[in-house]
């Protein structure tokens, strides 16, 4: 194992530090470079840039995880490259081949070594790769080019606490329409979903939870994260729904649920105003890993499931399960990890 950067690794949050190389290449004439590692953290694209104007790009989340004996491996690192696809076609930007997606990944986690949390301190390495339209264009229109970046950083809990209950607002807003972008990991949504989340920490909250656009009825997803819970007679239920974002996270859980929980484990509608018939909730994503819901906060009331302060049984079943193969303590499912 390299030498460690100076960090306080137990007390990192999630928050952006520049570390040391990140992966650019350059879709032109039809197709990509080779790209290559570089050392800035600064773009240099024209003002004219569909990225800037247009919204047209699309980006990842995923980690880099310390094992104990010091190795470094990614979870699931293809369906990320699959999922970035899915956003491209969507927005009409060139597709990234896997290979060289994850190649791109590996490159930049080998290169960034020393950023690579020590195992037991509970931090990860974030990566974030980003596919923007970039090049001289005005009219609503695809980008004559592509810059495709991968950078790293060292992170701790997305929300406060970690594995601490944290409580969530309905927003009365929509972060996606109906047959909008809502399942492709644009960052039009996001932008759409700023001034709820600040709605949501002016009044105290984590973040909100979004209802399906069209009727309100239905719980969609966090700003963040997807949306799980367990029933009173212990199913594991998570919204099902074109317009969120297919969380990989989430397809883990509803997986390990069932084969290593042995509990049922269901995609389908979760009714607003039947959040009863739920014990334990929680959020799930690769920042979020899984943070416990303590309550939902619906027309001015809070609904709490198990407590707001201790997290459930099912809930750290879950948790010890998912980061346990994440960390290489458990063994994982064919093909969900990759060896740095
Ligand atoms: N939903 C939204 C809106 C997200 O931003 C994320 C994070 O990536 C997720 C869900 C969780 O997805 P994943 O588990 O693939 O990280
Ligand atoms: C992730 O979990 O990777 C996300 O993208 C969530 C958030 C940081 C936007």
Redesign the pocket.
């Known amino acids: 194992m390299s030498k460690l950067a100076n960090i306080d690794w137990g007390n990192l949050g999630f928050s952006y530090m520049k570390t040391d190389f990140r992966y650019v290449s350059t879709w032109k004439d039809g197709k990509w470079d080779e790209g290559e590692l570089v050392t800035d953290n600064k773009l240099s694209i024209s003002v004219a840039s569909t990225a800037l104007h247009y919204g047209q790009q699309c980006f990842e ?2 980690k880099a995880y310390r094992t104990k004996n010091g190795d470094i491996q990614l979870f699931r690192p293809y ?2 490259a699959k ?1 970035i696809n899915l956003g491209a076609q969507r927005l009409l930007m060139p597709e990234i081949p896997e290979e060289k997606f994850v190649n791109a990944v590996l490159q930049v986690v080998r290169a960034n070594e020393t950023y690579v949390p020590p195992y037991g301190t509970g931090a990860t390495l974030y990566i974030r790769p980003l596919l923007i339209g970039v090049g001289d264009n005005i009219g609503v229109g695809p980008a004559p080019e592509y810059l495709f970046s991968i950078f790293c950083i060292p992170v701790g809990p997305y929300f406060k606490g970690g594995m601490a209950p944290v409580n969530f607002t309905v927003s009365d807003f929509d ?1 996606a329409a109906p047959y909008g972008t809502g399942a492709a ?1 644009v960052g039009g ?2 932008a759409a979903s700023l001034y709820s989340y600040h709605l949501a920490k002016k009044n105290g909250f984590g973040d909100c939870i979004y209802l399906d656009p069209l009727t309100h009825t239905k719980i969609e ?6 949306f799980f819970g367990i029933t009173l007679d212990n199913e594991f239920v998570t919204p099902k729904s074109p317009s ?7 397809y883990s859980l509803l997986y390990l649920a069932k084969e290593n929980l042995g509990l049922k484990a269901t995609e389908r509608d979760v009714l607003i105003d039947n959040l009863k018939e739920f014990k334990e909730a929680g959020a ?5 890993v899984i943070t416990p819901i303590g309550g939902i906060e619906y027309k001015g009331k809070l609904h709490v499931f198990h407590s707001e302060t201790e997290v459930g049984p099912n809930t750290t079943k879950l948790y010890n399960t998912l980061c346990g193969i994440q960390f290489g303590d458990l063994e994982a499912p064919a093909g969900w990890i990759v060896k740095v």
């Open positions: 989340g995923l369906e990320n999922r972060r990991k949504n996001y997803e966090v700003g963040s994260a997807n969120i974002l297919p969380s990989i996270t989430k799930c994503g690769t920042a979020a």
